[in-house]
């Protein structure tokens, strides 16, 4: 199952991706949201490699998720590969500029189920796609505006 959403953000791609590569701020931003999220690698630099272990609450049970920071290009690319039970996800977020001044964001999910009860939850997913493909795109608008307002600030 495949989600994907572009948005177009007014500033320089070089300050995009530095936004969007922060990554303390994102951990605190997920933490405000209720969701435990630490380091489990000892990286000290920015790039591949780095790691995070989340704890959530899903359909009111608490799940862990590990992501993985596996492929970093400044100031273009990311891509993060997670795994929560039986539940395996890919998400690429690419940057690309379309002039000095303006930034096309691309995010684009793919979950592979693992298990028989990781297939359920992605079946249900399924069933309810246009729903959360809104609710997708709404968030990816909320973050567009955020970040926006962030490089316009700085």
């Not at 993060?80 to 998400?91: A, V």
């Amino acid at each position: 199952m495949e989600f994907s959403h572009k948005e177009d953000i007014e500033a320089p791609l070089e300050r995009v991706f530095e936004e969007i590569s922060d990554f303390d701020q994102i951990e605190r931003s997920v933490m405000r949201r209720g969701i435990e999220v630490s380091r489990s690698d000892a990286q000290e630099a920015v790039g591949e490699g780095m790691s995070w272990r989340a704890r959530f609450t899903f359909r009111g049970k608490a799940r862990d998720a590990d992501i993985r920071l596996v492929r970093y290009e400044p100031p273009t690319l990311m891509v993060f590969e997670s795994k929560s039970g039986g539940l395996e996800t890919r998400s690429v977020v690419e940057c690309v500029a379309l002039s000095r001044s303006r930034t096309r964001i691309s995010v684009d999910v793919a979950l592979t189920p693992k298990t028989l009860s990781a297939r359920l939850i992605v079946q249900s997913m399924k069933l309810a796609k246009g729903k959360i493909d809104r609710k997708f795109r709404a968030r990816m608008a909320d973050a567009a505006s955020e970040l926006e307002r962030r490089t316009k600030s700085a």
